[in-house]
């Protein structure tokens, strides 16, 4: 079993930066992918990027340039920086793991609150 615990998020204004962090704990398989989701009041849970550990990363094509993600391997971290917030980058973001082998399941964090606002 594979618990995922977020941290990092929090109310910044406009233009702002925040960073989240993501730590993975338990039976973790490789290869497999992290990701970040969002889900704003109303509308359904989106991708917002992913990095596999074989470093492959992809971004949302809305969210190019403005966020990175990063990982450490060896600590099953996963990392999102946002940059140039805007007030519709509001939403919960969840972390997700996948592994890439077999048949097994992925695994959620609970999800940490990010608020763009003036």
């Known amino acids: 079993q594979v618990h995922l615990v977020e941290s990092g998020g929090g109310l910044a204004q406009p233009g702002g930066s925040l960073r989240l962090s993501c730590a993975a704990s338990g039976t973790i398989y490789s290869p497999n992918t992290m990701a970040w989701y969002r889900q704003a009041p109303g509308k359904q849970r989106e991708l917002v990027a992913s990095s596999t550990s074989r470093g492959t990363n992809y971004y949302a094509d809305s969210l190019k340039g403005r966020f990175t993600i990063s990982r450490r391997n060896a600590e099953n971290t996963v990392y999102l920086q946002m940059d140039s917030l805007k007030p519709e980058d509001t939403a919960v973001y969840y972390c997700?793991?996948?592994?890439?082998?077999?048949?097994?399941?992925?695994?959620w964090g609970q999800g940490t609150q990010v608020t763009v606002s003036s």
């Open positions: 997700n793991l996948r592994p890439l082998v077999g048949s097994l399941s992925e695994s």
